[in-house]
């Protein structure tokens, strides 16, 4: 961990962070672009953190704050990486912006069967709510 620097995402990042997304296994959706990540760090500022180990990207954690809530998003770690507490890290500071902003409470959406995403989630804190997720598509999704 101690080779491990954490930033705020850049424009320059958008290839090598969805590569990065990918080697992690998540899927590249609407949001992912680099117009919308612009989007998302011009309206949450210090919210969307890269972590890197000598310049090479190891972690991602990006919170949305809405003035109500604040949704947790991409939070990963690369495979070779894991169990070094840099996803608790990340977790943390964006917890630690999140508390200076005034927000009560964080959400996010863990997906059916990711068992190992639930225990780290139970193991940083986050309890599992009775709640069924819908969403509606505003716009066509771009292939992948
Ligand atoms: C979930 C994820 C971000 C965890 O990152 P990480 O850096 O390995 O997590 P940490 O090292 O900070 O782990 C903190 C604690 O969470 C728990 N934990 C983490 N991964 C776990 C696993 N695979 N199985 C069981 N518990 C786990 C442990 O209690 C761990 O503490 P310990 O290592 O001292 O036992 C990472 O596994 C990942 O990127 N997964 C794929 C993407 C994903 O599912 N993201 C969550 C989206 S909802």
Redesign the pocket.
Known sequence: MESVDFRELAGRDGDRVRTFWLA???RIRPGDDDASLAAFSERNPGLAIIAEDRARIV?TALAGWDGRRAWLYH???HPD?????????LVRMLEQRLTGLGCPKIN???WQG?E??M??WS??GYAREDTVEFAKQLRAQTPD
Do not use: K, Q
Request: proline share 0%; aromatic share 4%; hydrophobic share 50%.
């Open positions: 992690c296994g998540i972690g939070v990963a770690v990486e894991r169990r070094r507490g840099i996803g608790r890290t996010l959406i863990v990711e190992r995403a225990a780290f193991a940083v």
